[in-house]
């Protein structure tokens, strides 16, 4: 067990070394690959063979998904139809350690044919793809991990990492947000953590309101029909002044609840959130104050909105 301990921080090791040797070598070319991204009118087409092109594959959905419309081709498939996924305003980014794998020819002088411009990740200075290519992002030799030296390793570490990097930059060079990264990742825990309390709150007649010369009837008749557990006082202007729960109504029974006005019972100066924060800060919020649910109000404290803890539980926010 200790050898496989030993061998593994051996690996890892030599990862890090062709990560730090890659972030040094970074020029002015790496920015000249951004500016051909950016600028393309139409997708980069992301190709490889191999674990080269499980790495491109993976590149390509990094940059889908951070707002540089990509698409993963086959490099073999390229040659048998898969072409036709490419267009005249597409940029091509092909990975190759070696850079003369037999499988790019097609798509480097499908590239060349139609002057699309062609972007290299490779080790090999003098290889076919760093001949053919536009702007080449070279990999610095450093060595793989494994004993024989032999396995794609560190190449392919390196090959992701530059590949992240590209997608990156391009992010900051779009000014990609947040709320662009929800719109492409609405599924997962991705998108649930960046879910705005605006999306899952109740709006309008689902709202549990009434007025501080209300009585206490009509705040039980209304918490009950809108089955959330409390009811809001509004004042004279909108805003909202305070809030009844039903634990006020059973601390209250013996009080004669029915008798008393609701500004008597009501809390004054509820917690709120605006519809803008994410809805994981508005549970952690209901957390903090042990509390089940927050009215949703605007800038003048006036209830657009309603959010039960249980909203945020059925939209997976935990």
Not at 84 to 96: F, P
Not at 162 to 169: P, V, W
Not at 196 to 223: C, F, N
Not at 298 to 308: C, N, Q, S, T
Request: net charge negative; charged share 20%.
């Amino acid at each position: 067990m200790l050898q496989d301990i030993a061998v593994g921080r051996r690996v890892i090791r030599a990862e890090i070394e062709g990560l730090e040797q890659l972030a040094q070598a970074l020029s002015g070319t790496f920015g000249h690959a951004v500016d051909i991204c950016a600028k393309a009118r139409g997708r980069l087409i992301v190709t490889g063979i191999g674990k080269s092109g499980h790495v491109a594959r993976k590149i390509a959905a990094t940059l889908a998904s951070t707002g540089t419309p990509a698409l993963f081709v086959h490099a073999a498939e390229a040659s048998h139809g898969d072409l036709g996924m490419v267009g005249n305003e597409d940029a091509i980014l092909a990975l190759s350690n070696s850079g003369d794998s037999a499988e790019l020819a097609d798509i480097i002088a499908y590239s060349r044919r139609f002057k699309i411009p062609l972007l290299a990740i490779t080790g090999g200075t003098d290889s076919i793809l760093a001949e053919a290519a536009d702007v080449v992002l070279l990999l610095p030799r450093a060595g793989e991990a494994c004993s024989m030296g032999l396995a794609p390793t560190t190449s392919t570490t390196m090959m992701m990492a530059l590949g992240d990097a590209l997608a990156i930059a391009l992010l900051d060079r779009k000014g990609f947000s947040s709320a662009d990264f929800k719109r492409f990742h609405p599924g997962g825990k991705l998108g649930r953590r960046l879910l705005r309390v605006g999306d899952i709150m109740h709006e309008r007649d689902a709202i549990p309101l009434i007025a501080p010369e209300a009585p206490m009837s009509e705040a039980i008749l209304v918490m009950t029909a809108k089955s959330f557990g409390c009811v809001g006082v509004c004042g004279a202007h909108g805003q909202l002044v305070g809030v009844i729960t039903d634990g006020d109504l059973r601390r209250h029974m013996d009080d004669g609840l029915l008798s008393r006005g609701v500004t008597e019972i009501m809390h004054p100066n509820p917690k709120t959130i605006g519809s803008s924060s994410l809805a994981a800060e508005a549970l952690g919020l209901m957390n903090r104050f042990a509390i089940t649910a927050l009215f949703v109000v605007d800038e003048e404290v006036r209830p657009v909105g309603f959010l039960h803890m249980h909203d945020c539980l059925r939209a997976g926010i935990a």
